[in-house]
């Protein structure tokens, strides 16, 4: 019993689209095939994964490019996006609290005990290994 024969797929195609695709589903799905097969066809033909790869990269030199332009024009925004994405920047924001006229935060509280039997209070205590003063 022979197999199925295999879906013809256009390398090209698969490279161009592989350029404006958000995913691999989607660049199934614009190829007319299923994900399934599309994830077979990648992982058999050296050639068909290739021509994603080479499609991704094709995207990101036009798009890297476009950045390149406004980064060098002073765009500052691009600057920005460009170094936080690719040179490791990033914002911070640090938020110290302190107390009255600038000295330590007091924190009080409480706890209401009212209900605790003393026996409770003194089992308690003992699991704490608290010594008495």
Do not use: H
Not at 14 to 33: K, M, W
Not at 106 to 127: F, P, R
């Amino acid at each position: 019993m022979a197999g199925r024969k295999p879906i013809e797929i256009d390398l090209r195609k698969v490279e161009e689209y592989a350029q404006v695709c958000d995913s691999e589903e989607e660049i199934a799905l614009a190829l007319g095939v299923s994900y399934g097969t599309f994830q077979n066809r990648k992982r058999d033909s050296s050639e068909f994964c290739e021509a994603v790869k080479k499609g991704r990269a094709k995207a990101n030199i036009f798009v890297g490019g476009k950045l390149m332009e406004k980064i060098k024009n002073g765009d500052t925004a691009s600057i920005i996006f460009y170094l936080k994405t690719r040179a490791g920047w990033k914002e911070t924001s640090r938020t110290e609290l302190t107390g009255a006229n600038g000295g330590a935060v007091k924190v009080e509280s409480a706890i209401d005990l009212s209900g605790v039997s003393l026996e409770n209070l003194k089992a308690a205590k003992a699991l704490l290994n608290v010594k008495d003063e």
